[in-house]
């Protein structure tokens, strides 16, 4: 009946009171069901007619959810903004509804200043955001004063952020040796923002107060395709992080530092070619290698593979300096060498595997491109060690024509196989395949032979071949890893070994029940003949 009553234009004022208590909930809220539904019904007609101000705050205060749908509708006006703000906060919805009439400008303009960081975006989202009855011929913009608002505040919060980052990470010795800086602006949310703005950016990268943010964000947030080059000119001087340079741990920070360094190369290959980025980026790279003593024997030995890899490329993007990329290239020479096994598999597509596809990782080769891409290199150095890499290695330069320089594709292509790189790459066969072999258990030896000094999932696929196949033989499964073998069901391989060793020895099968409740299942690395032997030693 309340409901009905609102909706009538012929209710007179003074009962307008009556039927808005009638439609409020009582103390413990609106019944479920229907209730609170027939009150959001109604509520545009009230706020048409009722102009008491205590009836209407009840009603703003009723309604929440509610409220930017009715600011939209221009059925809330300034006076009503005191009564929304102490029942709602301020998001980027209501912020979005304020911001479509001019009368509450000053005040979003207020609001938005009181934002954070992460809050900020969502005020553009919810502005641009399609409503029911939209005209969907035209979708909505938000309000070029909104955008420059929002971004001011978020270049300004993010500001803030930089200019303190070198005091929150000071006395950073005594924090220990896991460290790491902290502190440094995730712009992400803000630079999504200034991506919309491109109009903007140059003014905003010259700025005195907000410029060294905005190229950061640039530099960080922006496709290299989307920058012109005189906003990436002036995005240098944030280009090499500046305020890192004086951090302590230079041995942790400054390594940092050139990574991300090396990163904004990547995603902008024309900063190299710019004459104002080329010193400064040279000079800081050796600073850091200098300072941070990225090059000593002793930290060099014990870093681990990926790091050393991570450290050439870096390198092979920043330095100038040829003793650093000759030492760096000597280190990268001595990594692992990778192996090499073609993997069949029902998903390959047409023609040969890729190198990629064959390698168990390309670790070595790719430093090796990288570092050969950087013209202050002696090529000999590089081109030297064609002798010592695995055969898919060199297939490897000859195939990808963006990671590796045409010299060096070249030198690939015309090098003739030492003795050791003639050797085929071990191809994995199915057991049809192996029918027609002389001596299948040879054939799978050599798989095993290939893949004895790596680990990680391309070695298993190996082992769980020679399980799988019917020519395996037992010599060959005691090679396997013990853990493969004991958690292989598809085939009853382990099962079958354990009841002849085991036999009718208790104190055997008791030592294998206890080695398989182990978390570690023995060694990791011991096979299933050391296993076996292991078991069998047990005394009865």
């Not at 340079?245 to 050139?258: I, T, V």
């Not at 000079?283 to 930290?299: D, I, M, P, Q, S």
Request: aromatic residues 6%; proline residues 7%.
């Amino acid at each position: 009946m309340w409901a009905r009553l609102a909706q009538r234009e012929d209710v007179p004022e003074a009962g307008l009171a009556a039927v808005v208590d009638g439609l409020l909930p009582g103390d413990e809220g609106f019944l479920p069901g229907w209730q609170e539904d027939v009150f959001q019904e109604a509520l545009p007609g009230l706020f048409g007619r009722v102009g008491e101000r205590e009836l209407r705050d009840r009603l703003i205060v009723a309604s929440p959810r509610r409220i930017p749908e009715l600011i939209r509708q221009g059925l809330l006006g300034p006076l009503d903004v005191p009564a929304v703000l102490r029942c709602r906060p301020v998001d980027g919805e209501l912020l979005a509804a304020l911001a479509l009439h001019e009368a509450h400008r000053d005040l979003v303009l207020g609001l938005v200043g009181s934002l954070g960081h992460q809050d900020l975006f969502e005020v553009v989202l919810a502005a641009e955001r399609l409503r029911p009855g939209s005209d969907l011929s035209r979708l909505p913009v938000a309000p070029e004063w909104l955008v420059d608002a929002v971004l001011r505040r978020g270049l300004g919060l993010m500001a803030a952020k930089l200019g303190a980052f070198a005091s929150v990470n000071s006395g950073a010795r005594a924090k220990g040796r896991y460290w790491q800086p902290s502190g440094w602006p995730s712009w992400n949310t803000v630079g999504m923002v200034l991506e919309r703005c491109p109009d903007r950016w140059l003014e905003l990268a010259r700025d005195e107060t907000l410029g060294r943010v905005a190229q950061h964000m640039l530099l960080d947030c922006v496709k290299t395709e989307e920058l012109p080059d005189e906003v990436l000119a002036a995005c240098v001087p944030a280009l090499v992080l500046p305020e890192w340079a004086d951090l302590p741990m230079p041995g942790k920070s400054q390594r940092l530092r050139l990574q991300n360094i090396a990163r904004r190369v990547n995603l902008h290959p024309r900063l190299k070619e710019l004459a104002t980025a080329t010193a400064p980026l040279r000079e800081t790279a050796a600073y850091c290698v200098r300072t941070g003593g990225l090059l000593h024997t002793r930290k060099l030995r014990d870093l681990p593979l990926h790091e050393v890899v991570s450290l050439a490329h870096d390198l092979a993007l920043t330095s100038n300096d040829a003793k650093t990329l000759a030492k760096v290239c000597e280190v990268v020479a001595q990594l692992p060498r990778p192996t090499a096994v073609e993997r069949p598999s029902p998903y390959d597509g047409p023609g040969a595997p890729t190198p990629k596809g064959l390698l168990s990782d390309d670790n070595r080769v790719s430093a090796l491109a990288a570092l050969a891409c950087n013209p202050y290199l002696d090529r000999r150095l590089v081109s030297g060690l064609l002798a010592h890499l695995h055969p898919a290695e060199i297939r490897w330069l000859r195939a990808y024509d963006d990671a590796v320089p045409a010299w060096l594709k070249d030198a690939a292509a015309q090098h003739k196989p030492s003795p050791t790189q003639q050797q085929e790459v071990p191809r994995l066969l199915t057991d049809e395949e192996l029918d027609s072999r002389e001596d299948p258990e040879a054939v799978m030896q050599s798989w095993l032979d290939a893949v004895k000094e790596h680990r990680g999932s391309f070695f298993d696929q190996v082992e769980y071949a020679v399980l799988g196949s019917r020519h395996r033989t037992e010599a060959l499964v005691r090679q396997v890893r013990a853990h493969i073998v004991l958690s292989y069901y598809e085939q009853p391989v382990a099962a079958d070994v354990l009841v002849r060793v085991c036999g009718d020895d208790p104190a055997r099968w008791h030592a294998v029940a206890e080695a398989l409740g182990s978390k570690a299942l023995g060694r990791f690395d011991e096979t299933f003949g050391q296993f076996i032997d292991r078991m069998a030693a047990q005394p009865a």
